[in-house]
DNA sequence: TGCATATATGCAGGCATATGCATATAGTGA
DNA sequence: TCACTATATGCATATGCCTGCATATATGCA
């Protein structure tokens, strides 16, 4: 029950949800989550992190580079119906368009994250 | 998205969930939903008024009870698909069985819900 | 009209979560 | 070995949620 009541949590979180729904393009780096959603770098990583801890992605290393994407092999049940659920609930969000329109433009190490881009001071409050 | 964060968020609790579950059974007033799930008064009345307030309920009033039930006909898309979800993720669960037995012995005004029996007394802590 | 019962809700305390900032960690290449 | 880059994380703070307690509201009945 724990494990299930996690997994809605971290699903209602609009960064969290925006990270999975990008990953549903295709296999992301933190960098590029970044440039993806114009977030920091730590909330990439945090959103990743957690996204991680409940099973929903799976990650492997690259050099420098920490690339996650969805696990669909491990993910089955009531967790396939939940990422389901995300796709459906999204399917005609601006936001998540234009996360999609970034994502297709961002690169590993393209925007030089963490020093010249910063997220941080570019991302706009939780404006909905 | 708002609407669509809330409709997670309201489920990422265990109350809530245990509330969807049983009325998923049939529906009930707020008392029957005490008694099932051996909690208090104002956590089963809170608990079925957000769900309400998301729209996975509907509410009828019968004298003094207020009956709710699963908004079957206004439900679709991906809260039918969270409904499914929370079904799926739940239906070996040991706490929801025991649920779904006591609300078998469960009634309106059956337990003299508010003064002999106190939920807030009986119900045991955050054990899982 | 007054009492009993079922439900809703204001308030306050406690707890979890999200996030920015700064920093630690770990590859890479010179 | 050193500088650079990508990622992870400790800390502090702000915010929001859950819940119990007490009380208000509403309905039914004598």
Redesign the interface.
């Known amino acids: 029950?724990?494990e299930?009541?996690?997994?809605?949590?971290v699903?209602?979180?609009?960064t969290k949800?925006r990270i999975l729904n990008i990953l549903l393009e295709r296999e992301c780096c933190v960098c590029e989550v970044m440039q993806a959603l114009e977030i920091s770098q730590s909330k990439a990583s945090r959103g990743l992190s957690a996204l991680y801890d409940v099973g929903f992605l799976k990650q492997r290393k690259d050099g420098l580079w920490s690339l996650y994407s969805i696990d669909k092999d491990n993910i089955s049940?009531?967790k396939s119906?939940?990422v389901?659920?995300?796709q459906?609930?999204?399917k005609h969000?601006k936001?998540i368009a234009l996360d999609k329109e970034r994502l297709k433009k961002a690169s590993r190490n393209g925007a030089r994250c963490n020093s010249s881009f910063d997220g941080d001071a570019i991302c706009q409050p939780n404006a909905?």
């Open positions: 029950m724990k299930t009541l996690k997994a809605f949590k699903l209602s979180d609009e949800m049940g009531y119906q939940l389901e659920a995300v459906e609930a999204l969000n936001k909905t």
